[in-house]
């Protein structure tokens, strides 16, 4: 048996950011890491690293990232007001984010953010999303800065900091169950390394992600056919928080048939791999059009930018025969197509004409696919201007799905197709937490004294999609709360 004030189950920015508070509090840490240290992490290490928060301006920007005068005056970094954060991420979970979570998240991700580079996070231009308009560069999507090192920076900078302050990890340690005398959680049992060993607490924190690796639960929550998809990140994600939390009448709460998924490289392995985990990406669709196996469209490629679009239509993909699609681009856009397109992975197939490329596209009926493009190129807007770095308005008219923005006639050649299928990244499904405190609530609403949850384990903050850069910042922002809670809480019994 080993005794600690707080267990935090997971090691994830979520799970690092409460172990950080905790130790603010002054309460002895430990934390339970299913993988080995080699692989630890969790999603966050395949994160890309970009960063959602609210801001009103650049001298904002600048308690967070270092940047030079020359970077300042240079770019037009935009905003991101709560205003506008609130109408984001009502809108794209069609008004059902949790209230209470939502203002959470907003209100507290500045601070957050500052705290991060406290704790010794670091953070730089998000220059992937930008380009240059009459001579200065404009950041588009409301995520200016990202994590110096991605995800992976992220996490080496915050368990640098988790180790320097007492934090002790234990790795291949996966949490089984909690211990539970039917009043409050005093610890979890867990088998590390082969071995049953308990982990004695006054407090646990579940931060342990969502069940996207786990094909049975994806299937029973997600539906029949989830058991296919790749999985983007960790495979050590398989919903045993949630799962150990629901045994002792833990309230479920948000959108447990609902996940983040990707458009992602069709024969990608099962699992991501944090040395090549960028390599799958297949975002750049807005600025070309997807067709299924029968060479129809599916989806409003430019419905929005494609942080507001690219985590939910992984599940359109999912849902076309065969579970596959193909990303078709002319030369007049293969310019802007993301690093992905060309890594020597990517299924890729090129044509000098449309009907050749159409003999290419495995799995897809070319006739389809030819009535298609011709009924989509008479369909576009020519007349309005093309402008990759805002929605430019320049969409079809008369066909559906249209295209919203960036709309252009497939006709200048060579032509490029890309095979994608269905990437998921995290379930929206999880636990119903205080949002002040970040306790876990049971059915009858009721706080479960020991019991706390932060990042992909709780539920009702995103449904049906998601708004780009939000799960570091809202991990980070519930982390610190759990983390800070349950630390006092520790302390003072």
């Keep these: 048996m080993k005794q600690f004030d707080v267990i935090i189950v997971g090691k994830g920015n979520a799970a690092l950011c409460a172990a950080l508070s905790a130790t603010e509090q002054g309460a002895r840490v430990a934390m339970l890491e299913a993988a080995s240290e080699e692989d630890s992490g969790g999603n966050s290490r395949f994160a890309g690293g970009v960063m959602r928060f609210a801001f009103d301006s650049v001298e904002d920007l600048k308690q967070i990232a270092e940047l030079s005068d020359e970077e300042v005056k240079g770019a037009d970094w935009g905003s991101n007001t709560k205003d506008q954060f609130y109408d984001d991420l009502y809108r794209v979970t069609s008004y059902r984010t ?13 601070e957050t953010m500052v705290w991060l580079r406290g704790q010794g996070a ?20 409301r995520m200016p800065i990202e994590a110096s ?13 988790a180790v320097g302050k007492g934090v002790e990890i234990f790795y291949e340690t996966r949490a089984a169950a909690l211990i539970y005398d039917g009043e409050r959680v005093l610890g979890v049992k867990a088998r590390s390394r082969g071995k049953a060993v308990e982990f004695h607490a006054r407090a646990v924190v579940l931060a342990c992600g969502g069940f996207e690796a786990n094909p049975e639960w994806r299937t029973r929550y997600l539906g029949p056919g989830w058991e296919l998809a790749k999985v983007r990140g960790t495979r050590f994600n398989m919903g045993e928080g949630l799962k150990m939390a629901l045994e002792i009448g833990a309230c479920p709460y948000g959108n447990w048939s609902g996940c983040h998924a990707v458009s992602w490289e069709r024969y990608a392995p099962e699992f991501g791999d944090v040395n090549t985990s960028h390599d799958p990406y297949r975002h750049s669709y807005p600025f070309g059009i997807m067709v299924n196996a029968e060479g129809k469209r599916f989806v409003d490629e430019g419905a929005d930018v494609r942080n507001f679009t690219y985590a939910k239509y992984g599940r359109m993909v999912q849902q076309q025969p065969g579970s596959y699609a193909w990303q078709v681009f002319d030369q007049r856009v293969t310019s802007l197509l993301l690093k992905p397109y060309s890594v020597r992975s990517a299924t890729k197939v090129q044509a000098d004409t449309l009907e050749a490329l159409a003999a290419k596209l495995e799995g897809v009926n070319p006739e389809g696919f030819l009535k298609t493009v011709r009924e989509f190129n008479a369909a576009v807007r020519t007349e309005v201007p093309f402008d990759h770095t805002t929605k430019d308005g320049r969409g079809t008219v008369g ?3 249209p295209k919203s923005n960036w709309a252009n006639p497939l006709d200048t050649p060579p032509f490029e197709a890309y095979a994608v299928t269905c990437g998921i990244t995290f379930t929206f499904g999880g636990l119903r937490i205080d949002h002040e405190t970040g306790q876990v609530l049971d059915v009858n609403m009721k706080p479960i004294p020991g019991l706390y949850a932060a990042g992909e384990t709780v539920g009702g903050l995103f449904y049906f999609n998601y ?14 709360i759990a983390g800070t809670a349950s630390g006092a809480v520790a302390r003072a019994t």
């Design 399 to 401: 066909i559906d799905p």
């Design 149 to 161: 090192g991605g995800g992976p920076g992220l996490v080496d900078s915050l368990t640098n900091a």
């Design 467 to 480: 708004p780009g850069g939000t799960g570091l910042v809202s991990g980070a922002v519930f982390g610190r």
């Design 122 to 141: 670091r953070f730089v231009p998000n220059y992937r999303q930008s380009g240059v308009v009459n001579g200065k560069r404009r950041f588009f999507g």
């Design 98 to 110: 949790d209230p209470d979570l939502s203002e959470a998240l907003i209100t507290k991700s500045f």
